[in-house]
């Protein structure tokens, strides 16, 4: 089979941040909107609620936090990789055949039909071809040859019959995430 593209990924610990990063917001949407409107809750109180100044700074502070931090399991699950591989940041090479994908981890290959692929996703530097919850290719847009991310991205749309999203935000969110955080949150209740 004639090799179509071949993406690669030189790890950072940007690249690691942003891949942890996205795949919280992606997997746990409604655990980010759950934060987010405690800590809006929180920071309403203390702004109304009749209580001593101390408890209102308090509750503001917390509610801040709340906000500000609603992606911080992400931020400690990437930094324990990075302490784990005491600064040896893989490099995975991802050559996008007609019918299946072959990635290579240093010495190991693996073969992945592209029906695996759970989700995909791509922000302004990277395609992230989830598995699951927890395995994912990512591919930088910038290292794919021959070929754009573009021809890629249609490549894999096709033989997965899966939409590429754009990462979720609460500044960009809208009915559509919130109703597929739903679905997602009852389809995990089902499997149990």
Request: hydrophobic share 45%.
């Amino acid at each position: 089979m004639a090799v179509q593209y071949e993406g690669r990924i030189d790890h950072t610990q940007d690249s690691i941040h942003a891949l942890f990063h996205t795949r919280y917001n992606t997997y746990c949407l409604g655990r980010v909107v759950a934060t987010a409107a405690a800590g809006i809750a929180l920071v309403a109180a203390g702004l109304f609620a009749q209580v001593p100044m101390w408890a209102q700074g308090l509750l503001l502070l917390a509610g801040c936090l709340l906000f500000v931090g609603r992606d911080f399991p992400a931020t400690i699950q990437a930094e324990n990789v990075l302490d784990a591989r005491k600064g040896a940041l893989p490099s995975d090479v991802c050559t996008f055949f007609s019918g299946h994908m072959e990635l290579q981890e240093g010495n190991a290959h693996k073969k992945l039909r592209y029906d695996q692929l759970d989700r995909l996703v791509s922000d302004k530097h990277y395609l992230y071809l989830f598995l699951g919850r927890d395995s994912a290719v990512m591919v930088d847009k910038t290292k794919i040859n021959p070929g754009t991310a573009r021809e890629v991205m249609d490549l894999v749309a096709k033989r997965s019959g899966k939409r590429w999203e754009a990462p979720v935000s609460l500044l960009t969110m809208n009915l559509a995430d919130l109703l597929r955080a739903w679905d997602s949150r009852k389809g995990r209740k089902k499997k149990s």
